[in-house]
């Protein structure tokens, strides 16, 4: 029982935190802490085996603090994000303007007037009276944000269709647009 601990153990915690660091939506961060916790049950029943009881007490805690990010991000989080799937889904149904969770703008892509992937949607910026969106800042290129460049994509022209943005630009129109530095975005 030991060795498997010993092999699991570290294998587990080092998954589960790629996953959980990605931040790639409720259900995989969700699994993130599901691999955690099978990790620090791994880390306890080692600490248990080796006699190490500062090993085995601080994984009874942290597998305690996994279970919580489990009915954090499996639980709360998923029905939150179910809640503005289902209104977006029945705003198609009734008089009006389609709606949209506003959060799907810190994950959406962002689609060329040809449909063409051109990027990652990580934020927006809106008006504080009127709630209008001033613009988007979209994300191209790298991985995991290293090597990344961010460009501030106006919103006029754009709208919101299945979760991505649509924008009336080709894809070589956002190369032109203004790169912004990650923290200096332009105030208007």
């Not at 599901?34 to 009881?53: E, K, N």
């Not at 969106?133 to 790298?142: F, H, I, K, N, Q």
Request: net charge negative.
């Amino acid at each position: 029982m030991e060795q498997l601990a010993s092999y699991v153990a570290p294998v587990a915690t080092t998954i589960a935190a790629l996953i959980v660091a990605s931040n790639l939506g409720s259900r995989i961060t969700g699994a993130g802490f599901i691999v955690f916790t099978v990790g620090s049950v791994a880390w306890a029943m080692l600490g248990l085996a080796t006699d190490q009881p500062n090993l085995l007490w601080q994984n009874v805690i942290l597998t305690a603090l996994n279970l919580f990010g489990v009915w954090r991000w499996l639980g709360r989080q998923r029905r939150i994000e179910r809640g503005g799937e289902a209104a977006a889904e029945q705003s198609h149904h009734k008089p009006g303007e389609n709606l949209f969770p506003v959060s799907a703008l810190t994950k959406g892509h962002v689609l060329a007037k040809d449909g063409t992937d051109i990027g990652r949607c990580v934020d927006a910026m809106a008006g504080c009276l009127t709630g209008r969106l001033a613009y988007v800042v979209v994300s191209e290129g790298g991985v995991g944000g290293v090597g990344e460049t961010l460009r501030r994509l106006p919103w006029h022209g754009c709208n919101v269709a299945d979760d991505r943005v649509q924008t009336s630009m080709d894809a070589d129109g956002l190369r032109h647009l203004e790169e912004l530095e990650p923290d200096h975005w332009p105030a208007r």
